[in-house]
């Protein structure tokens, strides 16, 4: 099993025991490690449970965006491009992002 499926069974464990804090740093850390892995898996469960735990959390954008660390081939900045262009559905952004990676 990879991280990115490690981290979003912990973090469902954390949510459903009333721990939203914890369950949100998890599902950060499964959606960055996703891209960080190379899996071929969209997270796109991953993304709805951020934003619902965001909102539940009462977080604005730029605090949810200072939360996310990579600890990856990725840098902190791309995961939260990710995210955010993630959130808002900007597809390109993401490929830009990804297709860098590839190339550089």
């Known amino acids: 099993m990879a991280n990115a499926?490690?981290?979003f069974e912990l973090a469902h464990t954390e949510e459903t025991s009333g721990n939203e804090s914890a369950a949100l740093l998890?599902?950060?850390?499964?959606?960055c490690d996703s891209f960080n892995s190379a899996s071929e898996d969209y997270p796109c469960g991953t993304v709805?449970?951020?934003?619902?735990l965001q909102n539940r959390l009462s977080l604005s954008d730029l605090q949810?965006?200072?939360?996310?660390?990579s600890y990856g081939p990725l840098s902190d900045a791309e995961c939260?491009?990710?995210?955010s262009y993630s959130i808002y559905g900007?597809?390109?952004g993401i490929k830009t992002i990804l297709s860098?990676?590839?190339?550089?």
């Open 5 to 7: 499926a490690r981290y």
């Open 64 to 69: 949810l965006l200072s939360l996310v660390h």
């Open 26 to 31: 998890l599902y950060l850390s499964s959606f």
């Open 90 to 92: 900007c597809v390109t």
């Open 100 to 104: 860098a990676r590839i190339c550089g």
């Open 80 to 83: 939260q491009k990710l995210l």
């Open 48 to 52: 709805a449970k951020i934003r619902s």
